[in-house]
């Protein structure tokens, strides 16, 4: 994904540090340089994905990436199937485009195939779970701060989800 959603992550971290009215928290998320807030949620992120990462080895490590990933996909699929667009952008068409529950099961069982397979002990379920309710609390806590979900917090989820998927992978 390059650092596009890390981009994401970043002015979803500006947005929700500004003062001020939802189209004030859009307009700093818009804003083209990285505020404070932006900037130590990136090194923290990266600092948390590092750490994480070397708690797994090999095979392991394969497998925390390789699912990490796919919840990470999944959560901007859920988010954009429950979620409303906050304004015009990036956003608009992939959520018009997922408010579909005949594609969100699909996108659901997709999904939940290779955690179960891949899994151990429950392990894919679980992150699957944790992913979901993660998710969701991002789309509730959009929708207050900022009416909605734009491409940066897709992204921001994107981001959020797999750095916690691999923790838990890791923790289990």
């Known amino acids: 994904t390059g650092l596009h959603h890390t981009d994401g992550l970043a002015d979803f ?3 929700l540090m500004t003062k001020g009215t939802k189209e004030k928290k859009l307009m700093a ?3 083209l340089s990285t505020g404070s807030a932006g900037t130590v949620t990136i090194v923290l992120y990266i600092v948390g994905l590092i750490m994480a990462l070397s708690l797994s080895t ?3 490590l394969f497998l925390a990436i ?3 990933e796919i919840i990470a996909k999944f959560s901007m ?3 954009a199937s429950v979620g409303k667009s906050a304004s015009a952008g990036s956003n608009s068409l992939f959520v018009k485009l997922m408010h ?3 594609k969100l099961m699909l996108a659901s069982i997709i999904t939940i ?3 179960v397979v891949l899994g ?4 894919g379920l679980i992150i699957f779970i944790a992913c979901v309710f993660l998710t969701l609390f991002l789309v509730v806590l959009t929708k207050r701060t900022f009416g909605g979900i734009t491409g940066d917090i897709l992204g921001a989820t994107n981001e959020l989800n797999r750095l916690a998927s691999i923790i838990i992978f890791v923790s289990i």
């Open 58 to 60: 090999g095979y392991q």
């Open 13 to 15: 971290a500006d947005g």
């Open 120 to 123: 151990e002990n429950y392990m």
């Open 29 to 31: 998320m818009k804003d």
């Open 100 to 102: 579909n529950k005949t």
């Open 113 to 115: 195939i290779p955690l």
């Open 66 to 68: 390789f699912l990490s």
């Open 77 to 79: 699929v859920l988010m």
